[in-house]
């Protein structure tokens, strides 16, 4: 009989866990259904490509930052109800901090250029971007990391912190540059036609044709090859 409060002590404890760990796995669900309900809500509200990406990419970095908020506060809360000192841990973290904040300096930085790749919208989801030499498309982006899939499938994760100078190539409008091989006993003049009956075609094909934004502009002769004039 003794033992019986001691028993109902430890039951109510392993009870409150339990119900902090249940809370904070509805919370979690309920983040990721608040983001989606809102990332669809801010897509009906745009017709652009371009901020239909922004949001994709936003929306993803705030339900990550839910998530890691709603699992330090769990942290905390077990760590409390367990009559585990924080204190204690946080001055130890402290410590430790000193010692490894040289080795992760590079990891803060990836943060912080991830911050501010993010706030001056430089690079979005779905964008076709150059980054540190490696070119693709950003399927992922992180405060931490880029990450690239080239036209071979292949992925490149990219830490923020290695990036310094960003080519995007999905922003407003880009240009093609076609150059053209042919042999030299062809008149240049029904090359120029050709082209240009082919640019009519395409402005007219209702698939094609709102997508060019400008008239072709034939710039001319590029190069003469051993084989072939280059246009």
């Not at 990450?147 to 880009?174: F, M, W």
């Not at 240049?188 to 502009?217: A, T």
Request: proline letters at 2%; one cysteine or more.
């Amino acid at each position: 009989m003794d033992d019986v409060p001691g028993y109902l002590s430890i039951s109510k404890m392993l009870s409150i866990v339990v119900i902090i760990l249940l809370l904070s796995w509805l919370f979690i669900l309920l983040s990721g259904k608040l983001s989606h309900l809102l990332r669809n809500f801010m897509i009906s509200r745009t017709d652009d490509a371009e901020d239909v990406r922004r949001i994709e990419t936003l929306v993803g970095i705030f339900r990550h930052i839910a998530t890691i908020s709603v699992i330090i506060a769990a942290g905390i809360l077990l760590l409390t109800q367990l009559d585990i000192s924080i204190a204690p841990i946080l001055g130890a973290a402290s410590v430790v901090g000193l010692a490894v904040g040289f080795g992760t300096q590079s990891l803060i930085k990836d943060y912080f250029n991830g911050f501010f790749i993010l706030w001056e919208n430089q690079i979005n989801q779905g964008d076709a971007v150059e980054v540190c030499g490696k070119t693709g498309v950003v399927e992922e982006i992180s405060l931490r990391y880029v990450c690239l899939r080239n036209n071979e499938g292949g992925i490149h994760y990219i830490p923020n912190s290695q990036i310094t100078t960003v080519t995007n190539k999905s922003r407003d409008y880009a240009y093609t540059l076609i150059d053209l091989g042919v042999a030299y006993r062809e008149d240049l003049e029904e090359i120029y036609s050709v082209i240009r009956k082919v640019r009519d075609i395409l402005r007219n094909d209702p698939e094609s044709g709102p997508k060019i934004l400008d008239d072709v502009e034939i710039q001319g002769v590029q190069d003469w090859g051993e084989s072939a004039v280059t246009i």
